[in-house]
């Protein structure tokens, strides 16, 4: 027991706080006022005395001034040791339990969500690693394509480059060849002047530059004519060395350029992250000098091998066309009786051939203006055999939007009809359009009977030309052996 006037403890006053219990942990969920002293147990004052609660009848029902009231009359009893016991029993056991409980259950929260975290964080570290390694997997495949990429072109290049190098070599031996005929082309020799005024009668299209005018030509001037074909194709020889050397350039540009990127996409490729060399370059990856996309690249490259193809093309195409044109000055000189009769008997032949195309021809077309005509009077019944359908379709649609209030609906034959007529109006729309074809292709072919008619025309004139007044003139003339450049 104590003695009266005793010095009291600090059990025997309560601190004007919500939390009854020392905090736990550091988390703000620890400090949480879980069980307020007052407002957790209204009933509290039914285990308290009497003595302490004797003036409790008088304290307002507010819970706020009830206990600002329950502070003063603590304040008060806290100099009684006799009320000592009242006041430091303020709750019951099971609050204490429920406190401890509550603390508990909020500690394996806490640990589990730490748990949770931990666990998702290993996660989040172990898929991160797992997709740096497969993205750095990824690049360097990428790039070791894009080598293979590069290697395929490189050779491509080389392998175009030699077949460049080898076509302007044959290219500049045609073109010697050339000029040492050219230089050959000193003897005179005549050609019969009524062959030539005479095929100068024909018309059109039949007024052609074909063999039978060039060796009638190289009858009648022989150095005039050679050299002037000689010289025509010697421009066209130096322009076309000029634009395989343009060709050539192009493509060891580009063949430099793969050299020197294989060689940086290389060392690119055997970076790894124990390589020395790598470092930090911030912001690289926002920089972007490239100026051309995978697609543009090797389209780049393919171009310039087609435009290398091309030239090459066409510088075989020339070296042939200056064969044939020593050749033929060289049979032509050796040969020119039996040289000009088979070129003209070819040329007829040829004409008479055309002439009996274009007659059946001729008659193809007359037959399918007949069919046309009478596919474009099809069409015209087709037309108007759709427009009452379309009539009845559109009067309906006309006539059910009379309907009353509610029955204004929008109903299967509703829709039934709007089909009915997109599908009538598409069906005429396009029987127009194929109509208008048909008058187009009409047209077209009545053009057409109009050329051949003017074509056969032509053909018949050339005939008579070629038969009756060239062939009957024909003269042998002396050749020139040395014509064809080799010498």
Same mark, same amino acid.
């Given at each position: 027991?104590?003695?009266?006037?005793?010095?009291?403890?600090?059990?025997?006053?309560?601190?004007?706080?919500?939390?009854?219990?020392?905090?736990?942990?550091?988390?703000?969920?620890?400090?949480?006022?879980?069980?307020?002293?007052?407002?957790?147990?209204?009933?509290?004052?039914?285990?308290?005395?009497?003595?302490?609660?004797?003036?409790?009848?008088?304290?307002?029902?507010?819970?706020?001034?009830?206990?600002?009231?329950?502070?003063?009359?603590?304040?008060?009893?806290?100099?009684?040791?006799?009320?000592?016991?009242?006041?430091?029993?303020?709750?019951?056991?099971?609050?204490?339990?429920?406190?401890?409980?509550?603390?508990?259950?909020?500690?394996?929260?806490?640990?589990?969500?730490?748990?949770?975290?931990?666990?998702?964080?290993?996660?989040?570290?172990?898929?991160?690693?797992?997709?740096?390694?497969?993205?750095?997997?990824?690049?360097?495949?990428?790039?070791?394509?894009?080598?293979?990429?590069?290697?395929?072109?490189?050779?491509?290049?080389?392998?175009?480059?030699?077949?460049?190098?080898?076509?302007?070599?044959?290219?500049?031996?045609?073109?010697?060849?050339?000029?040492?005929?050219?230089?050959?082309?000193?003897?005179?020799?005549?050609?019969?002047?009524?062959?030539?005024?005479?095929?100068?009668?024909?018309?059109?299209?039949?007024?052609?530059?074909?063999?039978?005018?060039?060796?009638?030509?190289?009858?009648?001037?022989?150095?005039?004519?050679?050299?002037?074909?000689?010289?025509?194709?010697? !421009?066209?020889? +130096?322009?076309?060395?000029? &634009?395989? *050397? =343009? /060709?050539? %350039?192009? #493509?060891?540009?580009?063949?430099?350029?793969?050299?020197?990127?294989?060689?940086?996409?290389?060392?690119?490729?055997?970076?790894?992250?124990?390589?020395?060399?790598?470092?930090?370059?911030?912001?690289?990856?926002?920089?972007?000098?490239?100026?051309?996309?995978?697609?543009?690249?090797?389209?780049?490259? !393919?171009?310039? +091998?087609?435009?290398?193809? &091309?030239? *090459? =093309? /066409?510088? %075989?195409? #020339?070296?042939?066309?200056?064969?044939?044109?020593?050749?033929?000055?060289?049979?032509?000189?050796?040969?020119?009786?039996?040289?000009?009769?088979?070129?003209?008997?070819?040329?007829?032949?040829?004409?008479?051939?055309?002439?009996?195309?274009?007659?059946?021809?001729?008659?193809?077309?007359?037959?399918?203006?007949?069919?046309?005509?009478?596919?474009?009077?099809?069409?015209?019944?087709?037309?108007?055999?759709?427009?009452?359908?379309?009539?009845?379709?559109?009067?309906?649609?006309?006539?059910?939007?009379?309907?009353?209030?509610?029955?204004?609906?929008?109903?299967?034959?509703?829709?039934?009809?709007?089909?009915?007529?997109?599908?009538?109006?598409?069906?005429?729309?396009?029987?127009?359009?194929?109509?208008?074809?048909?008058?187009?292709?009409?047209?077209?072919?009545?053009?057409?009977?109009?050329?051949?008619?003017?074509?056969?025309?032509?053909?018949?004139?050339?005939?008579?030309?070629?038969?009756?007044?060239?062939?009957?003139?024909?003269?042998?003339?002396?050749?020139?052996?040395?014509?064809?450049?080799?010498?």
């Amino acid at each position: 027991m104590e003695l009266i006037g005793s010095t009291l403890t600090a059990t025997y006053t309560r601190p004007k706080t919500s939390h009854f219990l020392p905090a736990i942990s550091t988390m703000a969920s620890s400090y949480r006022n879980t069980q307020p002293a007052l407002a957790m147990n209204p009933n509290a004052n039914l285990w308290r005395t009497n003595s302490y609660y004797k003036n409790s009848a008088v304290v307002p029902a507010s819970s706020s001034i009830q206990r600002e009231n329950l502070d003063l009359f603590r304040a008060k009893t806290m100099f009684y040791p006799s009320n000592r016991t009242a006041m430091g029993t303020r709750y019951m056991p099971d609050d204490w339990h429920k406190s401890n409980q509550n603390n508990y259950r909020e500690s394996e929260s806490s640990r589990k969500s730490a748990e949770r975290l931990r666990r998702d964080t290993i996660r989040l570290i172990q898929d991160k690693e797992q997709l740096t390694r497969r993205t750095q997997e990824n690049t360097s495949k990428n790039i070791g394509e894009r080598l293979n990429d590069i290697v395929f072109w490189r050779s491509e290049l080389n392998h175009e480059i030699d077949s460049m190098v080898t076509e302007i070599a044959a290219l500049t031996d045609v073109k010697r060849r050339l000029e040492r005929a050219l230089a050959e082309t000193e003897g005179p020799l005549q050609v019969s002047q009524e062959c030539l005024y005479h095929r100068e009668k024909r018309m059109s299209i039949d007024l052609v530059h074909d063999d039978v005018e060039k060796d009638l030509i190289k009858e009648v001037e022989v150095i005039k004519s050679c050299q002037e074909r000689m010289k025509r194709h010697l !421009d066209r020889a +130096i322009a076309q060395l000029s &634009s395989n *050397r =343009a /060709a050539q %350039h192009e #493509l060891e540009r580009d063949l430099r350029d793969k050299v020197t990127a294989q060689r940086i996409d290389d060392r690119c490729h055997h970076l790894r992250n124990t390589s020395d060399g790598i470092g930090y370059y911030r912001g690289i990856e926002r920089l972007d000098p490239s100026i051309s996309l995978p697609d543009s690249w090797s389209k780049f490259t !393919d171009d310039n +091998i087609l435009l290398s193809q &091309s030239e *090459r =093309a /066409a510088s %075989h195409k #020339l070296r042939d066309e200056i064969e044939i044109l020593l050749n033929t000055t060289s049979n032509e000189m050796w040969n020119q009786f039996n040289n000009v009769n088979v070129a003209f008997t070819n040329r007829v032949s040829e004409t008479a051939d055309a002439k009996n195309s274009l007659q059946s021809h001729l008659a193809k077309t007359l037959q399918e203006i007949f069919q046309t005509e009478m596919l474009i009077e099809s069409l015209k019944k087709a037309l108007r055999d759709k427009e009452n359908p379309l009539k009845v379709a559109q009067t309906r649609l006309e006539e059910r939007t009379r309907r009353p209030n509610i029955e204004l609906c929008r109903d299967n034959p509703h829709h039934r009809l709007v089909s009915e007529v997109r599908a009538l109006e598409d069906t005429i729309q396009k029987l127009q359009e194929r109509l208008m074809e048909a008058e187009n292709t009409l047209q077209t072919l009545v053009k057409t009977r109009m050329t051949l008619e003017h074509d056969l025309s032509i053909k018949a004139n050339s005939l008579f030309l070629d038969q009756e007044k060239c062939m009957s003139m024909r003269k042998s003339f002396p050749s020139m052996p040395r014509l064809v450049g080799y010498t």
